[in-house]
């Protein structure tokens, strides 16, 4: 064989090999990729999911947030209203026609008497607790009680009602600490009818 057949087979031969190396490594890439295609896909895939669940949890957290605000609002509204009734229903006693509103004051002070020698402290525009209605309550208290009823020299700080006082003791009987029991102990039950829903 002659040098340019050797040199012209290896050439052939080494062609062949660069043919079947680049084959090879072609396959290889294609592989590759395809494999890069599919973990691509699977990442997309993966992201979209995770962003539907972030778009989700954030939407859920806004929607939690609404609700709880929502709920404060209707609380302080309902708050509002029973203040509301409370202070209707305060101002309604406070101008109740005399007879009504004098019989009330004297089922209270009935009920408050202790000994009946106290002293009765009204507020500074009371004019219907007065000296003669606390004389026709004496009378009324019956065997017992001193029968000794008398209005206090000084005013007390209060819309309606009054305050009976004994020496350091004090039962407060005011339209206002009247209807802070009364929202006090009936405030749930009242609320369960305003506002059943």
Known sequence: MKAEQVVEKI???GRQEAQRILSEAQAKVRQRRSVLDEELKAFEQETEQMARQAA???QARMLAAARMDLRKKILAAKADLLREVFETARRRI???????YLELMGRLLMQAVVTGDEEVLVGKNE????PEFLKQINKRLGPGYKGNLRPAAEKADIDGGF????GKVQVNCSTEVLLEQ??????MELAAKLFAD
């Open 94 to 100: 406070n101008t109740m026609a005399d007879g009504p």
């Open 182 to 187: 009364i929202r006090q102990q009936t405030e």
């Open 163 to 166: 305050i009976l006082r004994r």
């Open 11 to 13: 050439l052939s031969e």
């Open 56 to 58: 989700e949890d954030k």
């Open 127 to 130: 004019t219907r607790i007065n």
